[in-house]
């Protein structure tokens, strides 16, 4: 089940409630106006496949929580403001990840074992 809120004109923080759509696999809130920082609660959505929060005013660090999101096979943080850093959230994916596509801008530089990840 997935739930498209693109193009909305949707604004303000995500609110932590939506932690409680743990049924979702699609969740789109893209091309909004939502600012501040992606909650923790994110991680509650364990059967999401694609998550998309691009083209937003979000800022801050992602937190380590997306790493619980077992099934995630797609993120796109791109186009906000200033997403931090993955590498907390990334250190708690599972190793048997099939596949996971990420797109995000970053505003700071990559240990040279993080981007070595993406050779292999």
């Not at 498209?4 to 932590?16: E, K, V």
């Not at 906000?80 to 099939?98: C, D, K, Q, V």
């Amino acid at each position: 089940m997935g739930l498209d809120l693109f193009y909305m004109g949707l604004q303000g923080t995500i609110a932590r409630d939506i932690g409680n759509l743990s049924f979702l696999t699609y969740l789109d809130l893209s091309n909004n106006s939502f600012i501040g920082l992606i909650p923790n609660e994110i991680g509650n959505l364990i059967c999401l496949r694609t998550l998309n929060m691009s083209y937003n005013e979000l800022s801050g660090h992602i937190p380590n929580s997306v790493g619980l999101l077992r099934n995630l096979q797609r993120l796109d943080l791109s186009a906000n403001h200033a997403i931090g850093s993955m590498l907390g959230a990334y250190s708690t994916f599972s190793p048997y990840r099939e596949f996971l596509y990420v797109e995000i801008n970053f505003q700071e530089r990559f240990p040279l074992t993080f981007a070595n990840i993406y050779q292999n």
